[in-house]
């Protein structure tokens, strides 16, 4: 009887401490699940708290709620450069170049676009001093594609001079072997006709002699 009572202690207390296992086990996984969860929630309130600088999308400028004024660029590029120098907060849309008709300007078959740069209304003394940097940059980059162009376009030209005065130069010697060969011809026949006259000239001088010669019997 009292090995029969105590097999029954020992296997409540083995199912005892299997129950035991299996609830810490669930209360771990529940712990972790939490900590997991609460880490989560706190890095995107922790994302959400840092307030955007620089270049950003038009829904966290308008979040700012510093109301928003636009300007129109075409090289996106060199103004982020500029922006950056300035430490500018703006947001930037690319959109077509229309017409006043609101057409599409197409430019080698493809719409020609530009952008749309948005920034906060309390920046404007900042944003003119960083536009004014920026016209004058492209002005000076557009007089050295200017100039650039117009390197290659007289580059263009002395070629094609150097072409056609190697060409004149080509001719006048195809002209010039001509001539030569035509006078040399000329002087062959003059020579020719200059022999057929004298032969007969001698000829002609010979029978007049011979005529006065058979008076003379």
């Known amino acids: 009887m009292q090995e029969e009572i105590s097999e029954r202690t020992i ?3 083995e199912k005892g401490t299997k129950f035991t296992a299996d609830m810490l086990l669930r209360m771990m996984r529940s712990y972790l699940d939490f900590m997991k969860r609460t880490i989560e929630n706190a890095a995107q309130k922790s994302k959400e708290d840092v307030i955007p600088h620089g270049k950003m999308t038009i829904e966290e400028l308008v979040k700012q709620n510093k109301g928003a004024t636009a300007m129109v660029i075409d090289d996106i590029k060199d103004w982020d450069e500029i922006a950056a120098k300035y430490g500018v907060d703006y947001a930037a849309v690319q959109a077509p170049v229309l017409d006043q008709e609101g057409n599409k300007i197409m430019k080698d078959g493809q719409p020609l676009m530009q952008y749309n740069v948005y920034f906060k209304a309390q920046d404007t003394e900042v944003i003119t001093e960083a536009f004014k940097q920026y016209v004058t940059y492209e002005q000076r980059k557009a007089e050295r594609l200017a100039a650039r162009a117009k390197e290659k ?3 263009q030209a002395q ?3 150097k072409k056609a005065e190697k060409a004149q130069q080509k001719a006048q010697k195809k002209e ?3 001539t030569k060969r ?3 011809t000329n002087v062959k026949e003059m020579v020719k006709k200059n022999k057929e006259r004298a032969a007969k000239h001698n000829r002609t001088l010979k029978e007049k002699n011979r005529s006065r010669g058979d008076r003379s019997l």
């Open 182 to 184: 035509r006078n040399h």
């Open 153 to 155: 376009t007289d580059k």
């Open 176 to 178: 010039q072997k001509m």
């Open 11 to 13: 296997a409540l207390g």
């Open 159 to 161: 070629k094609v001079q």
